[in-house]
């Protein structure tokens, strides 16, 4: 189904369509993580990505709840955003010796990945609350409050010290 298709004739098929999306990313993210945090050589980051970790695997879970209150069944539709994301984070990763600047470019890697949750779960959050479903809008508001913390932690790390290192 693609975004523009005939597929997509009302918001609900929207709703659902990006709510597929996102389960795609999510799951992709589940594999992803693991793989930034062996990547990461600040300590704090490494656990930062793990942690993450644990609530992406609780985002997937409530998109699955989210499609059950919505009485659809919870199916991915491939991404190719996140797809291009993780692919271009692995790609820099793997072009940086210096550990220092390998954490930054991590960072900013994770950064892009947020961003774009987080623009998919605010259109959520607004959609379903524009189709009456204030209950998934709640289950999804979650998980962008956690998308947003974890940016602020992530700039946060990224300006109080590993970017220093990494200029340094």
Known sequence: MGLFTKDIKTMDDLFIHQLQDIYYAEKQLVKAIPKM?????DAQLKQGFLTHLDETKVHVQRLEQVFQMHGVAAKAVDCPAIDGI?????????????????DA????????VEHYEMTRYGSLVAWAKQLGRND??????????EEKATDKKLTSLAESRINLRAAG
């Open 86 to 102: 993780i692919e271009e984070a692995d790609e820099v990763a793997g072009e940086v010796d210096d550990k220092a600047v390998l």
């Open 37 to 41: 945090a062996d990547k990461a050589t």
């Open 105 to 112: 470019a991590l960072i900013n890697a994770a950064q892009a």
């Open 136 to 145: 998934c809008a709640a289950v999804l508001q979650k998980t962008l409050d």
